[in-house]
């Protein structure tokens, strides 16, 4: 019945509908978070989540905690240095390297000492020319055409050590063409665009190689 029902809907329509979901959904993830932050618990994040979420973790979104901006930070967690995990899984790419930092320095503050951020995004050193034309700097892939940058391991690396972190290769091509497949744990961060986690079904989806791999660092604050 609910398919049918979809069939029938008009496209405008299903969008506004999609919209109005979304708006409220987010609303709820933004109240529901208050709770353990008011009670200094200690929690798990998902950042630039859309309409993602795992279990035992707090989705946040733009909408209400921009990730490269202070003060939204400071309004949601009023500085309290609550949080053990964050995961970023395919949002650093469409941030400039300024933001980058600043979200990372955002993060570092409100993050308790050992915790861990890992962060997936598109790789800069996978060798496939068709796989990089569709997620580069404006690439012709999916949500793509928004893409400022296209990171690789070392400039990744870096960002994390120039904030404080200690960067660890998790999934992904260093410089030289090797790739590097090192297991890691799901409630440390699950990671849906993973070698780990793909499956045959999804990379039909995509038309290019690796659509459903990321590169993969952690960072911990030290």
């Known amino acids: 019945m609910k398919d049918l029902i979809k069939k029938l809907l008009p496209v405008w329509l299903k969008k506004r509908l999609r919209l109005i979901v979304k708006f409220f959904k987010y609303h709820y993830r933004c109240q529901l978070i208050k709770g353990p932050i008011s009670r200094n618990e200690k929690i798990k994040i998902i950042v630039g989540a ?31 240095k609550i949080i053990t995990n964050v995961v970023a899984e395919h949002v650093f790419e469409h941030l400039t390297k300024e933001q980058c930092l600043k979200s990372l320095q955002n993060i570092h503050k409100h993050m308790i000492q050992g915790g861990r951020v890992r962060i997936a995004v598109p790789d800069g050193y996978n060798p496939d020319p068709d796989y990089l034309r569709h997620v580069g700097i404006a690439g012709i892939g999916d949500d793509a055409a928004d893409h400022k940058q296209l990171l690789n391991v070392d400039v990744l690396k870096q960002l994390f050590a120039d904030i404080g972190f200690e960067p660890n290769h998790v999934e992904g091509y260093t410089k030289d063409g090797t790739l590097i497949t090192n297991e890691f744990l799901d409630d440390e961060g699950f990671i849906y665009r993973s070698r780990k986690h793909s499956t045959e079904k999804r990379r039909q989806r995509w038309a290019f190689v690796d659509a459903e791999t990321s590169l993969i660092v952690d960072g911990i604050k030290l």
Do not use: C, M, P
Not at 50 to 77: C, H, P, R
């Open 50 to 80: 859309a309409e993602t979420f795992q279990q035992g973790w707090y989705s946040t979104n733009e909408q209400w905690l921009d990730i490269t901006k202070e003060e939204d930070w400071t309004k949601v967690f009023s500085d309290k």
